[in-house]
């Protein structure tokens, strides 16, 4: 298998594989590990082989739509894909297929890349665990008993098994940081405005952001290429000036300065995982940067802040879901009977519950108090962020205070599934971009993954710094749960 | 106790863009129901509202004709609601800062002069329509809904005036005047039968003086200026009887019902409704550039009021001012360019308002007109106050004219429309019809009047009518005075 999609690029270019036999092994993969991985929601076999059949005449008439031209990708099923069912994980869109592709979609399908398939989510991306499907959950490729992280757990489980080389996620609050870091894959979320929202299914809208998942950092700042720039059907889409993601990679990181946050670490925070980023930081700073104890006292209180915004956003883009146009319909003897029993039936539990957590912090009285509050702390969290990159080039967490846990642990307790998210709530509030690289696996064989934060519009640095931390480590992607190779 | 009502006007303007407020669909009345709909106007999961920028120059013009002031920035919020023939379950409006605010708006009743308020004119989405099937169209009777999104996102401008009017009457005329000033910026095409326009009432009463406002009801569902007034006028004396006899206003949406005369409640409000506004998301503020504005306020079009005013100035009398300042603006080109060729702006002005109007509504033209412009009505009127043509005769000419039959003094010769207005050529006709009637002289110097209309028929029989009569008159009289 190649090791990457830059890597499939160069068989495909080469002629040593096709994209038919490049999309055949994917699909090997997927056939061979879904019924224990459940990873995703649609396998589209007939699609891919078509464009991937494309791709190959494609390059034999000397055709080269670029980096992601014949290679296998899984979209995070609240991408809405012509054609193609789109559930965004609820039971409330069962069956519905969408009539238009969303705009990172459409990016794809010029860049000649072969769409694999939907991948599983928490409902409406909201959760940590991919627990909250409506149609069952998915399991980590490391160990069967434990989550893949969530949302976005279906895309990080697909690419760390190797059924397709490139995955798309969203991240509203860690969605696909945290779970490629339970994975052990790379997963990154650009700068909010960077890659376009149209068609993305809203969770929260001034939160939400697409990002890869890839098996490396190249990889990643690859398909970012691709993804990202200015579109017009987004009001929120940047319109200025993009950095060059990849033109830093080989730079090494002598001179940087590094910033620990003081905050992501102690209480809540794995010993394994403390090892683990402990022992990157030092390779860091042998390799040249210098490290700087920052600390960002509102990342102690952007969980609560996250916690109102969030299902304030999600309450009203969620209200359209109403049995009225398309979707689930539950009759009722009036039309507003209709729609609330639609609702009661076709939205799960998690995502009631902040539909109610923001209907209540969005009402008459309660505004300033709730929302009006947590916006505050928003600015607060950007000023805190604006003065710690005074000092240093980029910020380093851990990306997830635990490795996977097991399945079934957190389901029960709202509270502590939120509390896996710490680490990458902040990142969001504030726009920023921010990404995850494997470093190790823990005693029990578990990947850990290490945050990497950059100002807005950092992502070249970024990477820099995330190349050298894929370089220190080493790591190997090879799930242990799952039979990945033939 | 005298009762003094307290009204305040909402105005829902749809704006005739060509696209809609947020999405690339036409902007256009009719057709087959569901065909000017896209991802984003039906609320499909993902799409996304992209602004207008036609949309906003509208109503920040609405807004300069009002006299507001212009939002620097300005932002956009959710309101949310859920109603099946609103997509998203929340319209796209604005909260605590409008496009325009604090503005005002003149208008004249009974000849008095008014200046009526405005608080504030945003922007906001239009919803579908719903249309109710069985048992008469009513919702709570219907057998089915069916939703039609044509409308859905059709840009909407919400025009809020103070509650400074006083009576029907000037709601009306607020409303009227209103609606004048939006149809001369030709943002909208104000069709009232179409929903482009849409008036809703704010009305209470207080005991005369009272400084406090009373409670308020809100009144919706008329269609025309006509209904407006009279739903005013039945909720302010529904209200004063209410309070006379002891009770006490229930604050409420009402609906005027047209054929009974009366309004209905439709819906007891506790407090106020909680739309849980906040700030759209997925839309960037509006930012008002000085600039943009001041290029805006340079391209405004005259304004009705200016243009009665500037009519009165020209010495037209109240009404036929009022009058011609509602004729369509190629008919006031006409006039503006006839007193320009020296007309005297009255007589232009009655004949656009008079004959010119009525010929066109006989002949239905809705087109450009053919032959009339401003050069040669005045020639026209100059015709007729020289006595080259009878008024009658002058009639015939405009018809000529607009008809295409070329400038008046042509069609006149070519149809021998003119008068003899020659006094030598006069003098040898008066002569011979004195001469023939010997005893008429005698009869007018004993004061008989009657022989003179005589003798000017006799005249007139021999010059073919086409003397002028005026002058036929004068020289008579002076030869049998002489």
Aim: proline share 5%; aromatic share 6%; hydrophobic share 40%.
């Amino acid at each position: 298998m190649a090791a990457g999609l830059a890597d499939a690029g160069r068989l495909l270019r080469s002629g040593e594989i096709t994209a038919t036999a490049l999309l055949e092994e994917a699909l090997g993969t997927a056939s061979r590990t879904e019924a224990q991985l459940h990873a995703f929601l649609t396998i589209d076999s007939e699609g891919a082989r078509e464009a991937a059949a494309q791709a190959d005449a494609d390059f034999a008439d000397g055709v080269d739509f670029g980096p992601l031209h014949g290679i296998p990708v899984a979209l995070k099923d609240n991408l809405c894909t012509r054609g193609l069912e789109t559930t965004a994980g609820s039971q409330i869109l069962a069956g519905y297929v969408p009539p238009y592709d969303a705009t990172v979609v459409e990016r794809l399908r010029h860049g000649g890349a072969v769409i694999v398939g939907k991948t599983n989510l928490d409902e409406f991306a909201m959760g940590s665990s991919t627990e909250n499907s409506a149609y069952g959950p998915t399991y980590n490729p490391w160990d069967l008993s434990r989550v893949p992280g969530g949302s976005s757990g279906g895309s990080a489980a697909v690419v760390a098994a190797g059924s397709a080389l490139l995955g798309l996620g969203s991240d509203t609050g860690g969605s696909i940081r945290q779970p490629a870091s339970l994975c052990g894959v790379v997963g990154m979320k650009p700068t909010y405005g960077t890659v376009s929202r149209y068609g993305l299914i809203a969770f929260a809208s001034s939160l939400d952001q697409i990002g890869p998942f890839t098996r490396t950092v190249e990889d990643s700042a690859i398909a970012l290429s691709t993804i990202w720039g200015h579109d017009p059907l987004d009001s929120t889409s940047y319109a200025g000036k993009y950095p060059d993601p990849v033109a830093g990679l080989e730079r090494g990181v002598d001179g940087l300065k590094v910033g620990i946050v003081t905050e992501l670490s102690g209480e809540g925070f794995e010993p394994g995982v403390e090892a683990a980023t402990g022992d990157m930081l030092g390779r860091l700073e042998k390799a040249g940067v210098q490290l700087v104890e920052v600390s960002l006292p509102t990342f102690e209180i952007a969980l609560s802040a996250y916690y109102l915004i969030a299902p304030a956003e999600a309450s009203s883009n969620l209200a359209r879901f109403d049995g009225i146009r398309y979707g689930l319909r539950v009759e009722g003897p009036t039309t507003e009977e209709l729609m609330a029993r639609t609702r009661a039936e076709g939205f799960g539990p998690e995502v009631t519950r902040r539909i109610l957590l923001g209907t209540y912090s969005l009402s008459a009285g309660y505004y300033d108090a709730f929302y009006g509050q947590a916006q505050r702390v928003r600015a607060a969290i950007q000023e805190d962020f604006a003065r710690a990159y005074d000092l240093v080039d980029v910020l380093v967490s851990p990306t997830s205070p635990t490795v996977a846990f097991e399945a079934g642990a957190r389901t029960s307790d709202p509270l502590a599934m939120y509390l896996s998210d710490i680490c990458n709530i902040p990142a969001n509030m504030a726009g920023h971009p921010a990404m995850t690289v494997p470093i190790g696996l823990d005693d029990s064989g578990l990947p850990i993954g290490f945050q990497v934060m950059a100002p807005p519009l950092g992502e070249q640095i970024m990477y820099q710094v995330a190349a050298e931390v894929e370089r220190q480590a080493a790591f190997v992607i090879a799930p242990t749960a799952v039979q990945v190779a033939r | 106790m005298t009762w003094e009502p307290v009204i305040g006007i909402e105005v829902h303007v749809e704006l005739m863009t060509a696209s809609k407020m947020f999405c690339g669909c036409e902007v256009a009345h009719g057709g087959q129901p569901n065909t000017r709909v896209c991802p984003t106007c039906l609320g499909l999961p993902g799409a996304l509202p992209v602004t207008n920028r036609a949309a906003i120059e509208s109503i920040m013009s609405i807004g300069l004709a009002l006299g507001c002031q212009i939002s620097p920035r300005s932002v956009f919020h959710r309101k949310n609601y859920f109603y099946a023939d609103l997509p998203k379950n929340y319209q796209i409006s604005q909260f605590d800062v409008p496009v325009c605010h604090d503005g005002y708006l003149d208008i004249e009743v009974d000849g008095a002069a008014r200046r009526v308020g405005i608080e504030r004119a945003h922007m906001e989405e239009d919803t579908g329509k719903s249309i109710h099937i069985g048992l008469g169209g009513r919702i709570h009777a219907a057998e089915r809904t069916l939703l039609d999104f044509n409308r859905s996102g059709v840009p909407l401008v919400e025009v809020v005036s103070r509650p400074d009017l006083r009576s029907a009457v000037e709601a009306r005329a607020y409303a009227q005047e209103l609606r004048s000033v939006i149809a001369e910026l030709g943002v909208s095409d104000v069709r009232l039968e179409e929903g482009s326009i849409r008036f809703d009432a704010n009305v209470s009463v207080r005991p005369e003086g009272s400084e406090q406002l009373g409670t308020k009801v809100e009144v919706k569902n008329m269609n025309s200026f006509r209904s407006l007034e009279r739903a005013v006028g039945h909720e302010v004396e529904r209200q004063t009887a209410l309070l006379e006899s002891g009770g006490s206003v229930v604050q409420e949406t009402r609906h005027w019902d047209e054929e009974s005369g009366v309004t209905h409640s439709m819906r007891v409000k506790e407090g106020s409704s909680d739309y849980r506004y906040f700030t759209e998301p997925d839309l960037v503020p509006l930012v008002m550039s000085p600039e943009w504005v001041a290029g805006l306020g340079a391209r405004l079009p005259e304004m009705p009021a200016e243009r009665r005013a500037r009519y009165l100035s020209q010495g037209l009398a109240p009404s036929t001012a009022g009058v011609l300042s509602g004729l369509d603006p190629g008919l006031r080109a006409v006039y503006d360019d006839a007193v320009l060729s020296g007309a005297s702006p009255q007589a232009a002005a009655n004949w656009l308002t008079g004959e010119v109007v009525a010929w066109l509504r006989r002949s239905e033209a809705d087109g450009p007109l053919t032959g009339l412009d401003g050069p040669n009505l005045a020639e026209l009127i100059e015709m007729v106050d020289d006595g080259a043509v009878s008024s009658s005769a002058a009639k015939e000419l405009l018809a000529g004219i607009m008809s295409g039959e070329g400038g008046p003094r042509e069609i006149a010769e070519r149809r021998d429309l003119l008068q003899v207005s020659d006094v030598g050529q006069l003098d040898g006709v008066i002569d011979s019809v004195l001469a023939e009637n010997p005893d008429a002289v005698g009869e007018f110097r004993s004061g008989e009047e009657k022989v003179v209309g005589f003798l000017v028929g006799q005249i007139m029989k021999a010059t073919g009518g086409k003397a002028d009569p005026r002058l036929v008159n004068q020289l008579l009289r002076e030869k049998m005075t002489g």
